[in-house]
């Protein structure tokens, strides 16, 4: 397994994601199975650099409910961004893993930090 440093600054979160989520799959590999966990691990800086295209920095929101009645809550992604711009982009990459048991598995392999890391 190696590990992948990756540079955030000025990429678009959308496409960034998707880079890693092949990267954490091993799908650039000619040995990828669909249901074996052979990715490499990914170490991503510079997560407060990230940018949306378009106006959607301004509207994007995400959902969450607390499972009672009136319970939803949102928060745009400035905020998010502004709390811990590390949960913004680990969401991202978690959504566009396989929805099945490897998803936790391959998910710890991607290390996030705000600043450079040498």
Do not use: C, W
């Not at 009136?70 to 590390?86: C, H, L, N, V, Y």
């Amino acid at each position: 397994m190696t590990i992948h440093k990756i540079n955030a600054k000025n990429k678009v979160l959308g496409r960034l994601a998707v880079e890693i989520a092949n990267l954490l799959r091993g799908k650039n590999k000619p040995e990828f199975l669909p249901y074996k966990d052979n990715g490499d691990g990914v170490l991503l800086y510079n997560t407060d650099k990230v940018i949306l295209t378009g106006k959607k920095s301004k509207q994007k929101i995400y959902y969450h409910h607390s499972g009672y009645p009136g319970g939803i809550k949102e928060i745009t992604f400035e905020k998010a961004m502004k709390d811990d711009s590390r949960k913004v982009l680990r969401k991202a990459v978690y959504g566009m893993m396989p929805k099945n048991r490897l998803r936790n598995q391959i998910i710890k392999k991607l290390k996030l930090y705000k600043e450079k890391i040498d």
